[in-house]
């Protein structure tokens, strides 16, 4: 239990020119990131009582997939949508979203570990910890530099049987994330999303307006993926 957890899910960086630029021009993607603000506002309130709470913990780390930007609601990102499923197995949990929109694996090392380290800080560790980061360092090409060096960076930091999502991108620092996770996996250090093979093979219908982020289909075919990967390993009784 922490009853005073306090954490923002709002990205300390300005949103970038051509991202305003795009908003501009485009209507579909100015929609979309006009839930930023209001979607980090929700997971923040969500996440004081969620940590206030007690039984068993599940702690996601990410970006805005984490978040759930482009569905249509702040619980229906893949998230929030594998939360509802795992309830009505019989799971009682605790949800805390740590994900922020735009962010890096730097700042999962910088800003969400520190935040799943105090969440931990009783002894009690969480029940499920996910993780899925890396989207927006490999989309931009001064971002891939050391990527592979901090992602190693974060896994070493993880705790032990946390379940990490790969890559599905073709650039070659995706490529040795996915390698590094496969041998991690198969050392049984970490559970092993594998979005590169088991994701949609089409995005059609399933992207929100800005064609970029998943809507609440794509988003329903992300928590299928995860919960496999879960039951996979019998991480949930």
């Known amino acids: 239990m922490a009853p005073d957890f306090d954490y923002s899910n709002r990205s300390e960086r300005p949103r970038g020119p051509v991202l305003s630029a795009l908003s501009t021009a485009f209507p579909g993607v ?18 004081r009582v969620a940590a206030a709470g007690g039984g068993p913990l599940w702690v996601a780390l990410g970006d805005s997939m984490t978040q759930g930007i482009g569905a249509s609601a702040p619980d229906l ?4 949508q594998l939360s509802g499923r ?29 935040a799943l380290e105090a969440l931990e800080s009783d002894g009690s560790p969480a029940a499920l910890v996910t993780v899925v980061i890396g989207s927006n360092d490999v989309v931009v090409r001064r971002h891939r530099r050391g990527l592979v060096e901090r992602f190693t960076a974060m896994l070493d930091r993880l705790p032990e049987g946390a379940v990490v999502s790969n890559l599905p991108n073709p650039q070659r620092e995706a490529r040795a994330v996915d390698a590094m996770l496969h041998e991690r996996a198969a050392a049984g250090r970490l559970v092993l999303v594998d979005m590169r093979r088991d994701g949609p093979r089409s995005w059609r219908g399933r992207l929100a307006s800005d064609k970029f982020h998943p809507n609440d289909r794509g988003y329903a075919d992300m928590a299928s993926v995860v919960e496999r990967a879960i039951d996979r390993a019998g991480l949930i009784a």
Do not use: I, K, M
Not at 93 to 107: F, I, S, T
């Open 30 to 47: 100015r929609s979309v990131q006009e839930q930023v603000l209001p979607y980090a506002v929700w997971w923040e309130s969500h996440n």
């Open 77 to 80: 990102g893949w998230v929030g």
């Open 86 to 114: 795992l309830a009505t197995r019989g799971w009682d949990h605790r949800l805390v979203n740590l994900g922020v929109n735009g962010a890096r694996v730097e700042d999962v090392l910088d800003r969400q570990l520190p």
